[in-house]
């Protein structure tokens, strides 16, 4: 058994996977429901559970008749449940703030807790606000349970406190009353705030807000060490972002060093911008007093990089273009907003081939990158150099097949098959590991972009989560992050899909770290889903993952003549 891999587990979910391996020619039953067994032994399926504790067997019965079962026991937790009346009780499960908080003048306090229902109750600011009232939801807005408090509050320009907790009561008279504070902390520091800071560590990036999930919070974009941003507020240890007038955004507290209370807000003129070419690339590079936070965005109809520089005036009087800039048709700037600062590169190609920002000083220099050379058109492959990632490895062991199989092992035994393969037709190679170890996500990358790859392609195998019949979901997709490099992840999906696997889809926006590089073309390949017997069954073939590692290196091939 792979899963359940215990035999006592605690859920809140109505089902739960269950996947394992026998004898092939064996009968599973899993509920007393025969499920499919493939040639490898490998079978899947899914509890259904009901009541607080149940207890599920899978039986495996052999071709003499003889057979095995394998109980297991779902407890699952215990419902959500209105507080007696009665007895005053403040419950801290769902109370809010949960996390620290740094508000100014303008924010929102939002305020809850759980508790004896139909009394009345307040919350305290200390130094700031005391008894300020809450209002009780009704069980349908709060998901049927009564006795759940809210409550606001709007920060004024001359509040301030400084890492208090929220106080809490609940009177049922003056005689009966409960108190009780949040764990979180609460700072107004309207003096303080907003504050200027400097941006430090390394691969600094920005998020579009608080939500976060396995791949991280979505993020708008990577910022160059020493540029200057300013800090509005901070909730847990994510600090608030002024970009511009209309857009604020997320950073990690490990990228961001606090200026002194007193340093000028980061602002910002431009100078001339030229645009110039080298034997590789064309540069352009604007001129800027300050170091500032940007973004960039790839678009496709028509092709063009898009750069914002946040708190930058325009003063550009001039733009100088060269001869020498090959695939640059024009650029042009805009004040989208007061300040807000819009660089517009046209490109002459009809794929983007990669681009890198960084700060020369305080100038800001964008890096084009040209389309590759194709010194042979029955080769195309040849002479360019493509990065192979082969997906987890080390302690990451990634998904577990039915078998036992490792997702590590597998992305790398088919990266190490394209590897070969691309070999032979003439690339140089990259491969971003070559054992069973698991570099970092930063160290992958820069090794890729240092090691001036052309294409990145990252070998990975699927897998359902543990709620789902392994058994109903399978098939090949890829994924993608910008729509530049879209066309790249369609071409590799329609090849894949010659192989017989089912269709999954293109994915794009994907916030997985090897799509986030604007320097290069990427694409992420998840061949097929590891949890499904017979998906698996096929990863586990190694003439399957030969003729699929063509199909990945043809889709290249078609990538390099089609796009460039």
């Known amino acids: 058994m792979i899963v359940p891999g215990r035999d006592t587990i605690r859920t809140a979910t109505p089902r739960y996977r269950v996947s394992g391996s026998t004898l092939p020619g064996a009968r599973v039953f899993i509920q007393d429901k025969e499920a499919v067994v493939v040639r490898t032994g490998a079978f899947g399926g899914a509890f259904t559970l009901a009541g607080d504790t149940s207890v599920q067997r899978v039986l495996v019965v052999g071709p003499a008749g003889d057979s095995l079962a394998r109980d297991f026991v779902f407890v699952r937790p215990e ?185 000028p807000a980061p602002a910002s003129l431009t100078g001339s911008i030229s645009v110039t070419g080298t034997d590789s690339e064309d540069v352009v590079i604007v001129g800027l007093s300050s170091k500032m936070a940007y973004t960039s965005d790839l678009q496709t109809d028509p092709l063009a990089i898009v750069v914002d520089v946040y708190g930058a005036t325009s003063n550009t009087n001039w733009i100088t273009h060269h001869l020498s800039a090959q695939e640059i048709s024009s650029v042009r700037w805009n004040q989208v907003e ?143 992050r910008y729509d530049g490099f879209k066309a790249l992840a369609d071409i590799l999906y329609e090849r894949l899909l010659t192989l017989g696997l089912k269709p999954w889809g293109v994915t794009g926006s994907f916030n997985f770290s090897l799509n986030g590089p604007t320097q290069l073309p990427n694409a992420l390949v998840e061949t097929g889903f590891l949890s499904n017997p017979e998906d698996e069954m096929l990863i586990l073939d190694p003439d399957f993952r030969r003729r699929l590692a063509e199909q990945v290196a043809d889709g290249l091939e078609r990538f390099v003549k089609e796009r460039r």
Not at 215 to 220: F, I, M, N, T, V
Not at 345 to 356: C, E, T, V, Y
Not at 376 to 385: E, K, M, N, V, W
Request: charged share 25%; net charge positive.
């Open 79 to 263: 419902r959500l449940k209105t507080s007696p009346r009665d007895t005053l009780v403040i419950d801290s499960q769902m109370m809010r703030p949960s996390e620290d908080l740094w508000l100014t003048a303008g924010d929102v306090l939002e305020v809850r807790f759980k508790g004896s229902p139909g009394w009345k109750a307040t919350f305290s600011i200390p130094d700031v606000e005391s008894g300020l009232p809450m209002r009780e939801l009704s069980p349908r807005e709060a998901g049927g349970v009564s006795g759940v408090y809210v409550g606001r509050y709007v920060v004024q320009p001359d509040d301030a406190t400084s890492g208090t907790p929220i106080e809490f009561k609940l009177r049922r008279s003056f005689f009966s009353r409960l108190s009780a504070e949040s764990r979180a902390k609460v700072w107004i520091t309207s003096d303080s705030l907003p504050r200027t800071a400097e941006v430090v560590g390394r691969k600094p990036f920005l998020n579009v807000g608080l939500g976060s999930d396995r791949l991280g919070g979505a993020k708008l974009g990577y910022l160059q060490p020493g540029a200057l941003i300013r800090v509005t507020g901070r909730v847990d240890d994510q600090y608030r972002v002024r970009l511009s007038g209309s857009m604020q955004a997320w950073i990690p507290q490990e990228y961001v060093r606090l200026l002194p209370p007193d340093a």
């Open 338 to 480: 007061a300040d807000r600062y819009r660089l517009t590169i046209a490109l002459n190609h009809r794929q983007h081939w990669g681009h890198d920002i960084e700060y020369l000083g305080s100038s800001l220099r964008i890096r084009v990158r040209r389309p590759p050379q194709v010194a042979d058109p029955a080769r195309p492959l040849s002479g360019l150099t493509i990065a192979v990632d082969a997906g987890h490895g080390g302690s990451n062991r990634g998904a577990l097949g039915s078998t036992g199989v490792e997702e590590a092992v597998m992305n790398l035994a088919m990266a190490q098959q394209l590897d070969s393969i691309l070999t032979a037709r003439g690339a140089r190679t990259i491969m971003t590991r070559t054992s069973d170890d698991n570099p970092g996500m930063l160290d992958r990358a820069d090794k890729v972009v240092s090691g001036g790859a052309h294409i990145l392609v990252s070998i990975h195998c699927n897998s359902t989560g543990e709620t789902s019949d392994p058994t109903t979901v399978a098939g090949t997709s890829t994924y993608y």
